[in-house]
């Protein structure tokens, strides 16, 4: 099997030089980025097939760096920070980042973040080939795209995820902590604010009226749910 390709976007040669040691340990082909705008420009030569990403980083910081790669790039992102404040870590998962690490940390710790996040694109690559649509809103579940109108819509890798658990069981109403449990309790530390976090990410990028929207509704004292009209498919 061909080595996974992580770019690993740090400007501490401290960091830089250990963890790209690590990894190439690991067997992993490490692409190095010291700054945003060099991490930018080697994506478009040399896709990676996950991102780690600090936020402290010369001219644009990781959370610019972050909504720039979401514009031309499907890709796990995990940030690696010295920021704790939840407000940190909600804003990075905003901009399309998929998990969050805080420094110092353990080696063994970010190579499970690494296989978890991963892993989600690779047991989605040997899904069987199929689209659900509803209405204007087409997603295809081999290729983990989306499609608003016949436009592309960006979406995060655990945006995806949750669009399309909530989208493949159509009218079904789901608790935060049912969602929290399906979509991130066995990859992430984070905590079940996420779901919130996501399904507000969601809204804005599908719903053309958030305050009422018209494929993810609150269920109000319990959850979410995702509204079919009759004539969904899934091809």
């Known amino acids: 099997m061909e080595n996974k390709r992580i ?12 963890t790209r040691k690590y990894l190439k340990e690991k067997g992993y082909y490490v692409i190095i980025a010291e700054s945003g705008e060099q991490a930018l420009r080697k994506i478009d030569s040399n896709p990676p097939d996950l991102i780690l990403l600090d936020i402290e980083l010369p001219g644009k910081d990781g959370f610019e760096v972050c ?12 940030f690696l920070s010295v920021r704790r404040e939840i407000a ?11 998990d969050y690490l805080t420094k110092p940390f353990k080696f063994i710790e970010l190579e499970a973040r690494i296989k978890a996040n991963l892993r989600w694109y690779q047991s989605k690559a040997s899904t069987k080939r199929n689209i659900v649509k509803h209405d204007e809103l087409e997603i295809d579940l081999n290729n983990y795209t989306c499609y608003l109108n016949n436009e592309p819509v960006t979406l ?3 945006e995806m995820e949750l669009l399309i658990h909530l989208a493949t069981s159509p009218n079904q109403v789901w608790s935060h902590e049912q969602l929290y449990n399906q979509i991130w309790a066995l990859e992430s530390t984070s905590d079940i604010s996420t779901v919130k976090v996501h399904i507000s ?3 804005r990028k599908l719903e053309k ?6 494929f993810i509704k609150t269920v109000r004292g319990f ?3 995702f509204v079919s009209s009759e ?3 899934t091809i």
Do not use: C, F, H
């Open 7 to 18: 770019m690993l976007v740090e400007d501490d040669i401290g960091i830089r030089e250990m």
């Open 67 to 78: 909504k720039a790669i979401r514009e031309k790039l499907l890709v796990p992102i995990i």
């Open 88 to 98: 940190d870590k909600v804003k990075g998962l905003e901009l399309g980042g998929d």
């Open 156 to 158: 995060s890798a655990k």
């Open 201 to 203: 990410r969601l809204r």
């Open 209 to 214: 009226d958030q305050a009422n929207p018209k």
């Open 223 to 225: 959850g979410y749910q």
């Open 231 to 233: 004539n969904d498919t």
